[in-house]
């Protein structure tokens, strides 16, 4: 049995992953959209206002691992009783041992010491759910990318899955038809299909249809866009909502949109320049001055918990 702990685990690294990506442009689909504040023009103030009612309340972001993982299954439940028997989850990991320069130096190995906590809460809220109980076994499928799995009889989940690993997640799936199964923080690229799910036309169909067969249940995502600081989050069923922090007081989210599919990097960088106050709709001066205060606060806060020497 492995012994499943970020501390005595080793995980060879070979390559670095970078830590909260932006994803690449995609072509923006044809939506329904209703944000949550709007400026619009008159003559269409009251279809947007017929749309805004059907949506939800906005969705509060979580503050913290604790926070994201109960939102997360709450999700992935709601999404099971639903019969969505294959999710896909993104958790908004937390660093550890950041750098100024880099949040991840370690790498994978690095996010897999943020990540195996919070997986491992996360299957122990699942399992309480009537159908899912039952003890789980953890391996690691591939120690250079750090892709693991836990696997009981109805409840299983893969950690990291590549293209490359994606034979095994058929394995694991194929194993519980009627079971639920999570592919968490898979590291393919959306928009990037012909090298990360193979080359081969055939071999490129299978795995794009085995990634399709996974629902999005819980998406927690940070993005980094023309010195704004974005979060995206769906929480199955609700739509996908987009969160901007206030430049002056990065502690205060507001939701500025919701949309009925996951948005575009495209959708959102024009959604960003569309708010009054966010950085993106500055001009390059101000965004270059705002991000130089922002490292020199950084370094200032750094230095100051570094121990004397």
């Not at 992953?17 to 009251?46: D, E, K």
């Amino acid at each position: 049995m492995i012994a499943f702990t970020a501390k005595t685990h080793p995980l060879p690294l070979r390559r670095k992953q970078a830590g909260h990506r932006a994803p690449p442009p995609a072509a923006a689909p044809r939506v329904a959209a209703a944000p949550c504040r709007s400026r619009r023009a008159p003559h269409r103030l009251q279809a947007m206002a017929t749309a805004a009612e059907a949506m939800p309340q906005p969705m509060v972001i979580p503050r913290g691992p604790q926070e994201t993982v109960q939102q997360a299954a709450a999700a992935c439940i709601r999404a099971f009783q639903a019969g969505v028997r294959r999710q896909r989850v993104e958790l908004l990991l937390p660093l550890v041992g950041a750098t100024d320069l880099d949040d991840w130096p370690g790498g994978i190995r690095q996010q897999f010491k943020a990540a195996q906590p919070m997986v491992e809460e996360l299957l122990r809220e699942l399992k309480k759910e009537p159908g899912l109980e039952g003890p789980l076994s953890a391996r690691i499928i591939e120690d250079g990318d750090a892709v693991a799995a836990w696997e009981g009889k109805s409840l299983a989940a893969v950690l990291f899955p590549t293209g490359e690993t994606l034979k095994e997640v058929r394995k694991v799936a194929d194993a519980r038809k009627d079971g639920l199964v999570l592919i968490i923080n898979p590291q393919w690229n959306n928009g990037n299909v012909v090298s990360d799910l193979g080359f081969l036309p055939w071999q490129r169909k299978a795995n794009e249809e085995l990634v399709a067969g996974f629902r999005e249940a819980y998406i927690l995502k940070q993005l980094r866009m023309n010195s704004d600081d974005v979060r995206l989050l769906y929480s199955y069923p609700s739509p996908w909502q987009i969160n901007l922090s206030r430049p002056n007081d990065p502690t205060k989210s507001e939701c500025v949109a919701q949309r009925e599919q996951r948005p575009s990097y495209k959708e959102l960088e024009a959604l960003m320049r569309g708010v009054d106050w966010s950085m993106s709709s500055k001009p390059l001066g101000e965004r270059l001055q705002y991000e130089a205060a922002f490292l020199r606060k950084s370094l200032d806060s750094n230095s100051s918990q570094q121990p004397p020497q």
